[in-house]
């Protein structure tokens, strides 16, 4: 879905007094928004051509700490600029933000102009491209589970994130009744989404306490990808304008169930037909869909680091949580990685369960997306879908236990390299082992609790 503003509107909108900031954004590695706000009048005047960064934004950890070890910049390169290159595609309106407009930044060389490769942007904007070389369109879409919380993110901040409390006291998982009580938000959320050029199909409960799920509508995959961006963002602020928060961590809680973000995709045609689709194949599962999702399988260990990017991430995959163990796929079981759903209809597609909330959509994407296509390229043979619980099969391949064990397969994955570039792979594996570094520096609550007296 195109977004809502053209320039020709944003100028109708500035000299109505309707639009007085546009916002313009680029994306860091996390799969934030990060940028500036400009005055309408600017922006129009010429700041819609492009404007400046430190180029630090795609070398900074979740607390923007100027991480060293990155081949791409550092204190020795004196952290330069990157030219943020307004993509006037995805100018709209954000409505829960008084008079102000968004637009989405492509990252590029200063010098060269052009696209910086570890961008996430750009990773994904290649993986695209590389479909497109093969006739073939990837289609896109990702459900965003998190929780919501009665108290502001600066209350919980004051009580140093302790005892988040939950809007919702039970599970409400599909449940009217629930639901309706935290609609103040919910309703905020879907209308103001909406109304920023976002298709919004629902939202619900989902299945801890206190948690949501929204959804929005399938699009083309950088399309998905932006809207996957900006609906974060803006859940938070709508949630913070209305006297709460959220999160979207993968596990905020060990006892309760993580958040996802399943990805759905397909490729249709360049000519519009659904490419995955075979009303005389088994379950409707063209051969061209059959090696995609065997690219997948092949290929899931590797790019699980771009799905689960943080330590905590690993602290969903739970046996029972509805979070997947094993990278198997199945006919519509949630117990497997990767769910076939639609099966013999036009709609059929492939779902990854293996993310988590927390994931940059761009690089999970991206990466799903190359381990597709190589299956297609190669010819991979899908064996026989999983039956049954996923959990309980000890000889299945398993999803990596831990960042670690992730990164390490990132690193070393030849199809990765060949697909975003040895650099850029280099570069989120020194992001993973930047995490791992900073969570084994930390001395953790459950650690004293376990061993202040007793050790």
């Not at 209308?191 to 801890?208: D, F, Q, T």
């Not at 969903?316 to 199945?330: D, H, I, L, Q």
């Not at 697909?419 to 900073?438: K, N, P, S, T």
Request: with cysteine; proline share 4%; charged share 25%.
């Amino acid at each position: 879905m195109p977004a809502n503003l053209t320039m020709d509107s944003l100028r109708a909108a500035v000299a109505g007094d309707e639009i007085d900031t546009v916002l313009v954004c680029s994306i860091d590695m996390q799969g934030r928004l990060v940028g500036k706000r400009f005055h309408a009048q600017h922006f129009l005047d010429g700041g819609w051509e492009e404007t400046h960064c430190c180029n630090y934004l795609l070398a900074t950890d979740m607390e923007m700490v100027t991480v060293q070890g990155y081949a791409a910049t550092g204190w020795a390169a004196g952290y330069g600029d990157y030219v943020m290159k307004p993509d006037l595609a995805t100018l709209r309106r954000i409505p829960w933000l008084p008079g102000t407009a968004l637009v989405l930044c492509d990252l590029l060389d200063h010098h060269t102009h052009e696209e910086v490769p570890h961008a996430p942007r750009t990773i994904l904007k290649r993986q695209i491209a590389r479909a497109r070389d093969m006739g073939l369109v990837p289609m896109m879409a990702t459900e965003l589970e998190f929780f919501l919380f009665e108290q502001t993110y600066e209350a919980l901040r004051d009580g140093n994130w302790r005892d988040p409390r939950t809007l919702g006291g039970y599970n409400i998982d599909y449940a009217i009744f629930g639901t309706s009580k935290e609609e103040e938000v919910m309703r905020a959320i879907r209308n103001g989404l909406y109304a920023a050029g976002i298709p919004v199909e629902c939202s619900k409960g989902e299945a801890e306490t206190g948690q949501e799920e929204i959804n929005i509508r399938y699009s083309d995959a950088l399309d998905t990808a932006d809207m996957h961006a900006i609906v974060k963002n803006g859940v938070k602020e709508i949630a913070h304008a209305k006297g709460r928060s959220v999160t979207f961590m993968a596990k905020y809680r060990h006892d309760r169930a993580g958040s996802s973000s399943h990805v759905h995709q397909s490729l249709w045609t360049t000519g519009g037909a659904p490419a995955f689709f075979d009303e005389t194949a088994e379950h409707g599962m063209s051969a061209l869909m059959r090696h995609y999702v065997a690219g997948l399988l092949h290929h899931a260990r590797d790019l699980t680091c771009l799905l689960a990017p943080y330590v905590n991430s690993y602290k969903r995959f739970v046996v029972g949580m509805f979070a997947p163990t094993k990278t198997v796929w199945s006919l519509d079981n949630r117990t497997a990685g990767f769910r076939i759903c639609g099966d013999g209809t036009r709609g059929v597609r492939v779902e990854c369960r293996i993310g988590g909330a927390d994931l940059n959509p761009y690089l999970a994407m991206a990466a799903l997306l190359a381990a597709g296509l190589d299956g297609i390229e190669k010819g991979m043979d899908l064996p026989p879908a999983m039956a049954g619980d996923a959990y309980q099969g000890a000889d299945l391949p398993q999803v990596p236990k831990t960042l670690g064990e992730a990164a390490e397969l990132m690193r070393a994955s030849a199809m990765l390299r060949a697909a975003f570039g040895e650099a850029v792979i280099d570069h989120y594996h020194r992001a993973a082992l930047w995490e791992i570094e900073e969570q084994n520096r930390v001395v953790t609550d459950w650690e004293l609790q376990r061993g202040l007296e007793r050790a």
